[in-house]
Each structure stands twice: as structure tokens, then as C-alpha cells.
């Protein structure tokens, strides 16, 4: 099957129980057992429930996986992953992941005793210099948030492999539909399904995708004694939303192209980052490793912090708010939004200035999102 199909059919659809076509909300917390020790193959909505695993089913199936696990939220997901490690271990970061996974890392997951450093992941003489005999994982975002580095994810498996590192890749931009880590042997696929993967705005949600029996037990094992797991309402959301995502993802980036070539143009704007653009750093890799390079643009003005104000102020179409991903187009300023919790000095030696804005181009007419960029940037 192919990409589009299986995002509609995998799992447990039609419904074998029932014949329903949409997949049924089980909400129910436990279930009843036939007999002493035995149930019907689910006994309580914590460890599994049958709305949860199609939508798990389905998420596997699209990252080319083993299993696929669904959380209350993308930060849930990252957490439970994060007590794969323990005590003592140290784990190289990308400098520029999400502001709330820098956040977990350097201020929760330290005082339960790993050891972070971050670094820019596309220089592979940095990572082999950063890793220490205590160094159990390489974590990374490609294209990262909100800056979209692209990194060249061979290169990581490569020194990963000779170093015996576990692999995690937030696939949370590209989505499976553009990227597949797991095709380049990363061993972790992580999501924020509140993203693209549900894409309408109404959802928080996490996914995370194991590629051997050993990370999937480890796996199930944590999400049930954590309690880190989706509702079955939330999971339905999400799956409702991946059926639709190949279309949607199309639409996100064809406008997203004409939206970072409107802004490459205009002489009120610094630079552009897409890497859909060729003048991107990253475009060769992108091109190379990505069939398709998503929906998120980013860009710097090149006045002040108060023409910054006023460009977010007069835009209409655009929302400001944050997240990304869904069908309305949002705005928003990186150093005092969805990044304020990295240190000021942190953020700025990363790239993230206090010039930068982060579009998330949604699926409106794309006329009318460059008309309301020109209304923000020509008024004088
Ligand atoms: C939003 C986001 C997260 C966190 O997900 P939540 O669902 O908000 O908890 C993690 N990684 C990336 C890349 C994100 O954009």
C-alpha cells in the first residue's frame, strides 16, 4: 500500500466488532474479563485501548516502524523517552530543538542526574568530539524549530553506529509524509501530534515510534507505569487528522514556497529561511534526504524589535499564537514565545534573535496570506 492508503486503512478499520467505518471512541476506562485471567486482549485504557491502538497502528505504519505509541502530548512522548536513560548518562542535543524539549532536558531531567550538551548537530567532527564514555543518545530535529537547520541524518547514524548511540529524531515538521528517519536507521521517531499529524488546532498530543522489540517493550512498559498515554478521544482527533495529511501537507508546503519566495523579494526582510529555497544552507541535504519541505517559514525583519511589534500587530489573516501545523496560518516571535524559557544568551548564540518571526503557513488561499504579509510590511 501506498502512503495515502495507508494513512486512511491501517489498524483495526472497518471496526471488527462492530463494522463501524469510523474508527469507534472507545471511551471506556476498563474492560471486562471473560473469565479469571483471561480478558477479551484489553483489560485497562492505561496499558491499551482499541481507539489508541489504531491510531498507534497507523503512525508505525506511516514512519516505516515496529510500533508506535500515542501520549497525552508531544512532551509526554519526550518524557517517557527520556527515562530510557538513566542516572549518570549523558545525551547530545541539537541547540535549536523546541524550546519546551531544551526545557526538559536542562531543567527537569538534571536533577534526575543526566548530562546534556547542546550543540549544532551538522558538524560530525563536533559530535565526535562531544562524545564522552557516558554518552548514550544523539537527539535532534531536522528541520529544526524554529530555524530550520536541516541535519544530514546518514552522517548521524553513521557516528552513532560506531559509537553505539541511541538515535531519536523529532519528526514533529517534516512528518512522515517527507521524512522517514527511520529509513536512514534512526532508531526513535518522536512526534507532537498536536502538529501537522492532527493539524486542525483542536488536539495536544505526542507520539513516539520504536524499530526493535527491545525499545518497544521498554516502551510499554513505561507509558503504562507512567501514565503518560493519549484519551481515546485525543487519539481519534488525530487519527481523523492523518487521513487527511498527505493533502494537507501538499497544500502547507505549496503555499509555504510562495510564502518565503514573497518574503525573499520584499527589501523590509533580513533573510528567509525554508528550505525549499536554494539560497538555504540546507537545501542540497533537504533535497537529497526529504520529499517535500514542509509547511513552517521563518524569517528576520530588518528593523528593531519595535518594527517587529508592529509587522505582528497589523497582520490579519495570520493569528499570533503559537504552535503550528494546522489549516489556520499562525504567527509568532520565537524569543518571547515559543522559546522564551531557553536563556537569553543560549538563544542567541543559536540563531533564534529577537528580529526572528515564525510563520506556520496554513491552507487558506495563498494570495490572501502574501496580501496580508504586504498590508504588515508596506503600511508605513
Ligand atoms: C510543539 C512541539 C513539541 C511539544 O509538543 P506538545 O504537544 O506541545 O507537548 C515538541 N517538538 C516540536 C518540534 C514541537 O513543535
Given at each position: 500500500m501506498r502512503f495515502e492508503t495507508m494513512a486512511i486503512h491501517t489498524g483495526d478499520r472497518p471496526d471488527a466488532a462492530t463494522g463501524a467505518?469510523?474508527?469507534?471512541?472507545?471511551?471506556?476506562?476498563?474492560f471486562?474479563?471473560?473469565?479469571?485471567?483471561?480478558?477479551?486482549?484489553?483489560?485497562?485504557?492505561?496499558?491499551a485501548n482499541p481507539t489508541r491502538k489504531v491510531l498507534e497502528d497507523t503512525i508505525a505504519r506511516l514512519e516505516?516502524?515496529?510500533a508506535g505509541f500515542a501520549f497525552a502530548t508531544g512532551m509526554a512522548a519526550e518524557t517517557t523517552v527520556m527515562h530510557l536513560l538513566k542516572r549518570g548518562d549523558h545525551v547530545i542535543s541539537g541547540d535549536d530543538v523546541y524550546g519546551g524539549t531544551y526545557r526538559l532536558f536542562q531543567d527537569v531531567m538534571t536533577a534526575f542526574g543526566l548530562e546534556f550538551t547542546f550543540l549544532r548537530m551538522n558538524d560530525g567532527k563536533r559530535i565526535e568530539e562531544a562524545i564522552r564514555p557516558n554518552t548514550r543518545m544523539l537527539w535532534l530535529e531536522t528541520?529544526?524549530?524554529?530555524?530550520?537547520?536541516?541535519?544530514d541524518l546518514e552522517m548521524v547514524v553513521d557516528i552513532a553506529r560506531r559509537h553505539k548511540l541511541l538515535t531519536v529524531v523529532d519528526n514533529t515538521f517534516a512528518t512522515p509524509y517527507f521524512l522517514r528517519p527511520i529509513e536512514y536507521g534512526i532508531d526513535l521517531v518522536v512526534h507532537s501530534t498536536t502538529?501537522?499529524?492532527?493539524?486542525?488546532?483542536?488536539?495536544?498530543?505526542?507520539?513516539v515510534v520504536t524499530t526493535t522489540d527491545e525499545l518497544t517493550q521498554r516502551l510499554q512498559f513505561l507509558l503504562n507505569a507512567m501514565?503518560?498515554?493519549?484519551?481515546?478521544?485525543?487519539?481519534w482527533l488525530v487519527l481523523r487528522g492523518i487521513e487527511t495529511l498527505p493533502v494537507r501537507m501538499r497544500q502547507h508546503q505549496e503555499n509555504a514556497l510562495a510564502v518565503a519566495e514573497y518574503?525573499?523579494?520584499?527589501?523590509?526582510?533580513?533573510?528567509?529561511?525554508?528550505?525549499?529555497?536554494?539560497?538555504?544552507?540546507?537545501?542540497?541535504?533537504?533535497?537529497?534526504?526529504?520529499?517535500?519541505?514542509?509547511?513552517?517559514?521563518?524569517?528576520?525583519?530588518?528593523?528593531?524589535?519595535?518594527g517587529v511589534n508592529t509587522f505582528l500587530r497589523r497582520l490579519r489573516v495570520f493569528s499570533l499564537a503559537e504552535s503550528l501545523g494546522g489549516i489556520t496560518s499562525l504567527v509568532e516571535h520565537p524569543a518571547t514565545m515559543s522559546h522564551a524559557s531557553m536563556p537569553q544568551d543560549c538563544r542567541e548564540s543559536t540563531g533564534i534573535t529577537s528580529q526572528l518571526i515564525r510563520l506556520s503557513v496554513g491552507l487558506e488561499n495563498v494570495d490572501d496570506l502574501t496580501d496580508d504579509l504586504e498590508q504588515a510590511l508596506n503600511r508605513p
Open positions: 467505518v469510523s474508527v469507534p471512541i472507545y471511551q471506556t476506562s476498563t471486562v474479563f471473560e473469565d479469571v485471567d483471561k480478558t477479551r486482549g484489553w483489560d485497562y485504557s492505561r496499558s516505516g516502524g515496529k528541520p529544526s524549530n524554529p530555524l530550520l537547520n536541516i541535519i502538529k501537522y499529524l492532527n493539524g486542525h488546532c483542536d488536539v495536544v498530543g505526542g507520539a501514565g503518560t498515554c493519549a484519551s481515546p478521544f485525543d487519539c518574503l525573499d523579494r520584499h527589501p523590509a526582510v533580513k533573510k528567509v529561511l525554508y528550505p525549499g529555497l536554494e539560497s538555504h544552507p540546507g537545501h542540497a541535504i533537504a533535497k537529497k534526504q526529504m520529499k517535500g519541505f514542509g509547511g513552517v517559514v521563518s524569517f528576520e525583519l530588518t528593523g528593531g524589535i519595535r
